[in-house]
């Protein structure tokens, strides 16, 4: 007598949008929000790191000396594995005193840039801006 085949199939699409929309809001709600707390880390680390290589002035001293390899290797025992990075350093006018790649191969959607200044405590204290770029290698 009465045809119910039509509330029947509203109903269905009702439940049909709520189900899509309550996953697309919990797809928003639960997606990563790494993207940020990734720069942070990356940044804190990378200064962190090289604070660390210019403690005690081995530095400025290994820059001095035009030591690249072991800038590179310190660096690569210092930064966790699955960072990647690439480092430039400038002298008092800004002019890249590096002849080498300092780099394990800068790789990565997110890359961020630290700057740090450090001072030789040669006789001469030379001054150079460290320009360290580092990524989640992937």
């Not at 269905?12 to 990734?38: C, D, G, M, Q, W």
């Given at each position: 007598?009465?045809?119910?085949?039509?509330?029947?199939?509203?109903?269905?699409?009702?439940?049909?949008?709520?189900?899509?929309?309550?996953?697309?809001?919990?797809?928003?709600?639960?997606?990563?929000?790494?993207?940020?707390?990734?720069?942070?880390?990356?940044?804190?680390?990378?200064m962190q790191t090289?604070?660390?290589?210019?403690?005690?002035?081995?530095?400025?001293?290994?820059?001095?000396?035009?030591?690249?390899?072991?800038?590179?290797?310190?660096?690569?025992?210092?930064?966790?594995?699955?960072?990647?990075?690439?480092?430039?350093?400038?002298?008092?006018?800004?002019?890249?005193?590096?002849?080498?790649?300092?780099?394990?191969?800068?790789?990565?959607?997110?890359?961020?840039?630290?700057?740090?200044?450090?001072?030789?405590?040669?006789?001469?204290?030379?001054?150079?801006?460290?320009?360290?770029?580092?990524?989640?290698?992937?």
């Amino acid at each position: 007598m009465f045809d119910k085949k039509g509330q029947i199939r509203m109903l269905e699409a009702f439940l049909a949008v709520l189900v899509i929309f309550s996953a697309s809001i919990l797809s928003i709600t639960f997606s990563p929000k790494a993207n940020f707390e990734n720069r942070k880390l990356l940044a804190t680390l990378g200064m962190q790191t090289l604070m660390k290589l210019d403690n005690d002035g081995t530095l400025g001293e290994l820059i001095d000396d035009g030591n690249w390899t072991a800038i590179s290797k310190s660096l690569e025992i210092l930064l966790p594995v699955g960072v990647s990075y690439n480092l430039t350093i400038y002298d008092e006018e800004m002019r890249q005193i590096t002849n080498a790649t300092l780099s394990n191969g800068l790789t990565g959607r997110e890359i961020v840039s630290v700057e740090y200044p450090c001072v030789s405590q040669s006789l001469e204290c030379c001054f150079y801006l460290l320009r360290l770029e580092l990524a989640f290698a992937g």
